[in-house]
């Protein structure tokens, strides 16, 4: 059921989205790999060309896989549209990212878009972040600062930060930047404090980049359990 709805609204999003001769961001998690695959196909069935940026290591595997066109932000400074997930949508299009890990390289891929298109399964719809998403803030640091991070962080917010862990490695999870994550567990906060929360927790010494995109997304794909989509 979530796996068809993933799949409903990142094939919805490609179709929608892509046009011939495009730059494109390629976010990474696991609604993006529906979406790489449609890409493939309607880049191989309509003979389009279309440049991919990653935004991972997970994503450059899958452009490579479907023999994509990949390239950087080196060469391609600027894109038409990003595609990506995301693991909590609010009601005005912020997002938390970084379940996957990572942020940092969406964050930026995504800054450098015309459009951030966004496509995701029911679950992750809420009206205000932390509702849905009980997992945290992931949040990237250097990692000599992740103690500091944590207990500034804890102090001036409140909530608990923790380092996550690796699933099949004993320590940290390392990112593909060679940092760690904290994942903030947050208190109630009003909506219209997370941008300033934002700002406030990007000037710690030692963080590289939140999971918070405010303001960024242009418009999300859900897909539902009943099979129907919804753009918001
Ligand atoms: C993320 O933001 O970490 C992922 O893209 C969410 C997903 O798995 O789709």
């Given at each position: ?82 595609f990506d997930g ?124 939140t999971g918070l ?20």
């Open positions: 059921m979530v796996e068809e709805a993933k799949k409903l609204a990142a094939f919805a999003a490609i179709d929608d989205h892509l046009k011939n001769n495009m730059i494109i961001g390629v976010g990474s998690g696991s609604t993006i790999v529906y979406a790489v695959e449609r890409l493939a196909e309607k880049i191989k069935n309509d003979g389009l060309i279309v440049t991919c940026v990653p935004t991972s290591f997970q994503a450059r595997q899958l452009i490579t896989k479907h023999g994509l066109i990949m390239s950087d932000l080196e060469r391609n400074p600027q894109l038409d549209v990003a995301a693991d909590e949508v609010d009601e005005k299009l912020n997002l938390i990212k970084g379940g996957g890990g990572c942020l940092t390289q969406e964050k930026i891929v995504a800054s450098a878009a015309k459009k951030l298109i966004i496509v995701a399964d029911f679950n992750k719809r809420a009206i205000k972040l932390g509702e849905r998403w009980k997992k945290g803030l992931p949040i990237e640091v250097i990692p000599m600062s992740y103690m500091l991070v944590k207990r500034k962080i804890e102090t001036m917010f409140g909530g608990e930060a923790t380092l996550r862990m690796a699933q099949a490695k004993a320590g940290p999870l390392v990112t593909d930047n060679s940092n760690f994550i904290l994942d903030w567990k947050f208190p109630a906060i009003p909506k219209e404090e997370w941008k300033r929360i934002n700002l406030e927790i990007n000037n710690i010494a030692g963080v590289v980049e995109f405010i303001e960024m997304a242009t418009q999300v794909y859900f897909g539902n359990q009943d099979g129907t989509i919804t753009v918001v």
